[in-house]
C-alpha cells in the first residue's frame, strides 16, 4: 500500500523520555514519527512509537493525531492475516485503510 503522506509528528522530549524508560521497551525511540495508514485514509493519523515486550504479551503505544487533537492508545493487533498466510497486519484493530501487507 502507500504509506500515508503526512508529514508526521514531533514528540516532546518528555513522551520521548518516557517512552525510552519503559521496563520491557522494544525499540528505539524516534522523536520523529510518520502515519502508518494508506495514504488518503479518514480519521486520525496512526503512528507507533514504542512497544512493551513482555514475552507473552505485549503493549503497543500508538500516537493518534490531527489538527487539534492528539492521544495516545493501547490497541490491540489487527487481527487479519494475508490470505497467503505469509503475512500478518501490523496495524492496530480498526484501523482506516488497507491491511499493512497490501
Ligand atoms: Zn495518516
Ligand atoms: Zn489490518
Redesign the pocket.
Known sequence: MNQCRTEGIELTPEEVQRLKELPDAAHEVEAHLLCELEDGHAGPHWALAQTEDRGEETKQWWLRWDDEAREWQHDPD?P?EDPSGADW?L?PTG?QGA??WA
Open positions: 489487527c487479519a497486519c496495524l484501523h491491511h499493512s
